[in-house]
């Protein structure tokens, strides 16, 4: 980039020093003279050159506009004729060939829109018609943007395209790229390779996770089967962290055998982490507990874990302990003690009724804001 | 001494004089160029919104932090409720709006309570920032998560910071309460965000200019240009001093402003930093340079980045009047950060901002007007008085004026070449007419005012809430309404 830029300087200054050194100074002795009359010369060229090229790319877009507007219909037309069994193969092949950028438009549109049967005739279409070859040619050597977008177009044909050459974008360096990658493979119902893009985005920046959560979320149960457990077992407490905010995004019920474990983790941030978690584990783990330790925790943050914990757990034997962390806790611990007790049911409103009477400025605002929740009608749909 | 040898003396001196000034307007235009070419290759190489799979994908996830956006407001009674319900149907998964009423003495209050049917509340602040005391936090019965916080007039930082106080998102944004986000644009702005979490602490996007655009339900559907020159040659003002700078400046991570109308900051960041500084003016520069300050003494990695494609909308000045008061005033703000933070200057412990970023706003940006304005002055009695031959004044005009218009429409073409936001030739044309008609006079008054600015940030005076004459939005019929009338 910085050699570019260098580039499009120098070929501004290089012909102001041309002209100034080869025509204007020869005509006119004053140096102020000749080297205002060549940057003026430039500048205006160059501002006429801005000019053109403005009306030229206004131009363009309209006509592109145009064109588009004119084509559009009939390809989505012959295109949709064609993915329910009719339509012509050589009508089609003349109409790409004629307006190859609408017609890949029109065919991510209608492969956008259909499934089952007609979505199989239209990739078996872009097969013949060679895009599938070119869409992964363009994956792997176009600017950012055209490479997502044809991943994108990948991602909505039938089957699976492009395997091994997803396993290596997935592994480029541009994160939207490598999240559409990602995608696609997530999308394939094989196990292995689930698997393989939860190791891999587990080390990946956090966008990539953010955007893979979702397609993650349908392994959920085979992956705390296999590739979380690893993440546990490989000590690594950055890919651990990451593993587990992934597995706290699913909000499904999952086995977590590996709770234990990380309950007795060195890292507050993990033993914090896998709280969260704990209201997700199936029945049949006793969790409770681990919640209750945690809330007598040193760490606030594991104590703040514990406390959003308990507002989903709602087990009256963390009643006491509760009302001490909303009584005596920091700003933040009060506030997340009090909405625990909001979801505590009678007993816990009871005591931030007597909180709000009796306790102490912090206390009893903090009180008064979760019974005020508690009382609004969206109460109880959020977690806590 | 003879008189020949004085006017000799005068010559020799008018002479010096006017070359270092005509070196330093060329240096300064020049540098604006490379950021402008620094900008262009980089927008048009990293210029990649996400794709509707990409923000379909975003909107599903549960891992999108939460964002608090704060708006604190004052004397918006005319433009609150629409801006207030554009911000109200952003495209986020998870976000809450957080309106700040600093004392208004007119009826801002009074129009949210009925417009979003707002209900006391017993929401009490969380953060620990000192602001004057709040009267009442009121909260909308509609489906909606939209905060009122009421409280006594203190200034625009100090509403901020009552926000933030408010805030429970790990993300803060301020927008000004006559603005209008375009609809992904908090999506667009988190991305620096989501991609490095650890380190980036604050995110600016672009601020445009929103007069006489069509805007419907809180949502600009219509971009034109202005009738009126002057706002369209803020327009322009607008895209040279975004794309042009702050490009360049954030790829160097040295980015010394983020805009106080559109700037998403990270709640601890801010909070650690001690919040918006109550006694400047220029809150938001004050802010940028104190969080520089904070983590480069500290030695901690941190990210502060520009983003051309999240874009908020804003009324701008139409009369010459108020246009004055905001740039005397922006010119006040640069003095007093730099002033505040002149430690800063030429030292290595403050890397490039220290090295590079402080002494150009130094040098360039707090004296700049001062020395173009003395450049013109010099010139036009030189001329008169003949003490300068007219090349040296063409040298100048070619530096100064041409250059600008240079500058000008480069902005307008990279703003085509990467957005092409505004849709029709004319336009586009009109931009490319304010783009060289901006140079012709309206520069020249925006310097007189920005060297008053100084003057006044020099000798210290003092400023609350800027006052600026609203109009409102141009609203557009709904698509029906159109048809058929």
């Not at chain 1, 698997?195 to 959920?220: D, T």
């Not at chain 2, 000798?459 to 109009?471: L, T």
Request: proline letters at 4%; charged letters at 25%; aromatic letters at 8%.
């Amino acid at each position: 980039m910085w050699f570019r830029a260098a580039v499009i300087l120098a070929s501004f200054f290089y012909p102001v020093w041309f002209l100034h050194v080869e025509y204007f100074s020869h005509r006119w002795k004053e140096l102020p003279l000749s080297l205002a009359a060549s940057f003026l010369t430039v500048q205006a060229a160059v501002i006429l050159c801005q000019l053109l090229t403005s009306c030229a790319l206004e131009h363009a877009a309209l006509a592109r506009e145009r064109r588009s507007r004119r084509v559009r219909p009939r390809l989505l037309k012959q295109l949709a004729a064609y993915a329910a069994g009719g339509g012509r193969l050589a009508g089609l092949r003349a109409l790409e060939r004629r307006y190859p950028a609408e017609f890949d438009r029109a065919l991510e549109r209608l492969l956008s829109l259909v499934s089952g049967e007609g979505r199989v005739r239209l990739t078996a279409l872009a097969e013949q018609l060679r895009l599938v070859g070119r869409w992964e040619r363009r994956a792997r050597r176009a600017p950012e943007r055209e490479r997502r977008h044809a991943l994108e177009c990948l991602g909505l044909l039938a089957g699976e395209h492009g395997g091994r050459a997803l396993r290596r974008l997935a592994r480029c360096s541009t994160p939207l790229v490598e999240a559409s990658a990602c995608r696609l493979l997530a999308r394939s119902p094989r196990q292995e390779d689930a698997a393989w893009v939860f190791s891999l985005i587990v080390g990946k920046p956090y966008l990539v996770r953010v955007l893979l959560a979702g397609e993650m979320r349908r392994h959920a149960r085979d992956l705390c089967q296999t590739a979380l457990p690893a993440e546990v077992a490989s000590g690594d407490t950055a890919r651990l962290l990451a593993a587990l905010e992934l597995a706290e995004s699913w909000r499904k019920a999952l086995r977590l055998p590996f709770l234990e474990q990380l309950m007795r983790h060195p890292s507050a941030a993990v033993r914090a982490r896998a709280l969260r978690l704990t209201p997700f584990a199936a029945k049949g783990q006793d969790v409770e507990r681990y919640v209750r330790r945690a809330l007598e925790s040193d760490s606030e943050q594991v104590q703040a874990a514990a406390l959003s914990a308990a507002a989903a757990f709602r087990a009256p034997s963390l009643l006491p302990l509760l009302e001490r962390l909303a009584s005596s806790g920091s700003g933040e611990l009060a506030r997340l003690a009090c909405a625990a007790l909001a979801h505590c049911g009678p007993d816990g409103i009871e005591i931030l009724r007597r909180l709000l009477l009796e306790g102490g400025a912090l206390p009893a605002a903090c009180a008064a804001e979760a019974l005020a929740a508690a009382a609004s009608p969206s109460f109880g749909l959020e977690p806590a | 001494m003879t008189w020949e040898t004085l006017d000799i003396l005068v010559h020799r001196f008018y002479f010096f004089v006017e070359g270092a000034i005509i070196l330093y307007v060329f240096v300064i235009n020049s540098i604006y160029l490379a950021l402008t070419v620094m900008a262009l290759v980089s927008m048009r190489r990293h210029h990649a919104p996400f794709s509707r799979a990409e923000r379909e994908a975003l909107m599903r996830s549960p891992m999108m932090p939460a964002i608090s956006i704060i708006v604190p407001s004052y004397n918006e009674a005319k433009s609150v409720e629409q801006s207030v319900s554009g911000m109200l149907k952003l495209d986020y998964p998870d976000y809450e709006v957080i309106v700040v009423n600093d004392g208004s003495k007119d009826a801002t209050l009074q129009v949210l309570i009925e417009a979003f049917h707002l209900y006391k509340s017993a929401r009490a602040p969380i953060g620990t920032l000192a602001t004057k005391p709040v009267r009442r936090v009121y909260e909308s019965s509609d489906p909606v998560r939209l905060v009122v916080v009421d409280k006594q007039n203190g200034g625009k930082a100090d509403a901020i910071n009552a926000g933030i106080n408010m805030a429970s998102s790990p993300l803060v944004m301020v927008v000004d309460s006559d603005s209008i986000i375009d609809r992904a644009g908090l999506l667009e702005m988190v991305k620096p965000y989501l991609e490095d979490p650890e380190r980036v602490v604050a995110v600016g996007g672009t601020v445009r200019a929103v007069n006489d655009c069509e805007v419907r339900d809180g949502r600009v559907v219509r971009i034109t240009t202005s009738s009126s020159m002057v706002a369209n040659f803020q327009a322009v003002e607008y895209m040279r001093a975004f794309y042009g700078g702050r490009v360049g400046f954030s790829l160097l991570n040295c980015l010394l402003i983020i805009s106080g109308a559109f700037g998403l900051f990270k709640r601890e960041a801010v909070l650690e930093a001690g919040g918006f500084e109550h006694s400047t003016v220029g809150e938001d520069m004050e802010l940028i340079v104190r969080l520089h300050h904070h983590y480069l003494d500290r030695q901690q990695p941190y990210r502060i980045v520009y983003l051309a494609d999240p874009v908020c909308w804003t009324e701008v000045p139409q009369t010459l009047k108020i246009l004055q008061r905001q740039r005397r005033r922006w010119q006040r703000g640069t003095v007093e950060s730099l002033w505040r933070h002149r430690e800063m200057l030429f030292n290595p412990r403050f890397k490039l901002v220290g090295m590079f970023a402080f002494p150009y706003f130094l040098f360039f940006e707090m004296f700049g007007p001062a020395v173009e304005l003395l450049g013109y002055v010099l010139t036009v009695l030189g001329l008169v008085f003949r003490i300068i031959a007219p090349e040296i004044g063409l040298l100048f005009f070619s530096v100064s004026i041409v250059f600008g218009v240079l500058l000008s429409t480069s902005a307008v073409l990279l703003e085509e070449l990467t957005t092409l936001r505004y849709p029709s030739w004319r336009d586009s044309l009109k931009l490319f007419a304010a783009a060289i008609l901006e140079n012709l006079g309206f520069r020249q008054l925006l310097t007189w005012w920005r060297v008053q600015g100084l003057w006044e940030g020099l000798k210290g005076k003092r400023g609350g809430w800027g006052i600026m004459e609203r109009r409102g939005f141009k609203t557009a019929a709904p698509p029906a309404a159109r048809a058929s009338g």
